[in-house]
């Protein structure tokens, strides 16, 4: 078996170049511009101001003189753009090869946590954020690494790190947290049943209030000022309150989470009711009295409830570009109840999906 300790090793490095090598493919036949706000955000990485540890701005010498505005790109953009995507995944690359397997005696949360960050890495929907050519994507890469990481300290610089670049991202992070120490404390207190219906009741608040909940936030140190913001946003400029159902955001966020181009709208739809269906699958089995790890169960129904609840009340934030941070703690989920090399080989068939139907739209474009 690969997962066996004697090809652990083996196993790390066959599956960092498997992601490189999806990042060279991808970049191929992915259109460059079919990224959201893709003009503000190159404008972002080529001339806005940022922190010292953004270290992917010391590529701008290489940067500047290319035009990023065209849909396809020459060689020597490409391969800047592959270089730029390559230093992005290359602290998470790093931990792979130096980290532990953990001990499960030890843990009550991780199987094993480098197998699951590797399984994340591979996910359709993360390699396609991680490879962004935004901000954005340096972002949900500490993301990455304030969930696999175990020092405190480092957790702690490496959040305010990712606050100081991207404020909103870093509140939507913050958020699932807060759900889930609510969500397990909770189960702790007043068993599963009736977290779920908790859970349930405050979905329903979000449908039916939707962005009125805001002004209760309002008051908050750091983010109320984003708040007053956004709310002004939505209220003067923005016309997306009524662009889809309110019932369709959440939809449309976890389609985006599994793989959707932003712009094109380009959608995968035959791995979507597997996803669907082994998410619904996934929900019964953890909040069946039988299984007995409360963490896992908090995890994955924290991540449900952010994934819902937040499109709900901001309908600016549909994209799963918001919410992709998750995959790891929805695949850990996964790992307690399936076998790990199902898992895996399901992964790389999602892969295998996506682009075939990538390179068809690619093929159609050039035609």
């Known amino acids: 078996m690969i997962f066996h300790k004697c090809n652990i090793s083996f196993f790390r490095v066959l599956n960092i170049l498997l992601s490189v090598s999806l990042i060279f493919i991808s970049r191929i036949i992915l259109p460059n511009t079919d990224e959201a706000d893709y003009p503000d955000r190159v404008n972002n990485i080529l001339n806005a101001d940022e922190p010292f540890f953004a270290y992917y701005q010391y590529l701008r010498p290489l940067l500047n003189d290319l035009d990023w505005t065209k ?94 670049i991207d404020i909103g991202n870093t509140s939507v992070f913050l958020l699932y947290y807060i759900f889930y120490f609510a969500t397990l404390y909770s189960i702790y207190y007043f068993k599963k049943k009736y977290t779920v219906l908790f859970l349930l009741i405050f979905l329903l608040t979000c449908n039916f209030y939707s962005m009125d909940l805001l002004y209760l936030i309002e008051w908050l140190p750091i983010i109320g000022e984003k708040v007053s913001f956004i709310i002004s946003q939505y209220q003067s400029l ?32 035959p791995i979507y009711p597997f996803c669907f269906y082994f998410s619904i699958k996934t929900f019964r089995l953890l909040i069946s009295s039988k299984f007995k790890n409360d963490k896992i169960s908090a995890s994955f129904l924290a991540s449900l409830t952010l994934v819902i609840s937040v499109p709900m009340i901001l309908p600016g934030f549909s994209n799963g570009k918001y919410y992709v941070f998750v995959i790891p703690y929805i695949i850990n989920s996964t790992t307690y109840l399936y076998n790990k090399l199902n898992i895996y080989y399901f992964i790389l068939l999602c892969n295998l999906i996506v682009f075939l139907f990538l390179f068809l739209n690619y093929l159609n474009t050039i035609t």
């Open 71 to 164: 849909n396809t790109l020459d060689f020597k953009s490409y391969v800047l753009r592959v270089l730029f995507t390559i230093i992005i995944f290359l602290p998470i690359y790093l931990y792979i090869l130096k980290s532990k397997k953990n001990n499960l005696k030890n843990n009550q949360f991780w199987l094993d946590k480098t197998t699951i960050l590797i399984f994340t890495l591979l996910f359709p929907s993360i390699w396609f954020h991680l490879g962004l050519y935004s901000e954005e994507s340096f972002v949900l890469m500490l993301f990455l690494l304030i969930i696999f990481i175990d020092s405190i300290a480092l957790k702690t610089i490496l959040f305010i790190a990712a606050s100081l």
């Open 238 to 269: 923005y016309d997306i309150n009524n662009k889809y159902p309110l019932i369709l955001r959440p939809i449309i966020s976890f389609i985006s989470i599994i793989f959707m181009l932003p712009v094109s709208h380009l959608m995968v739809w």
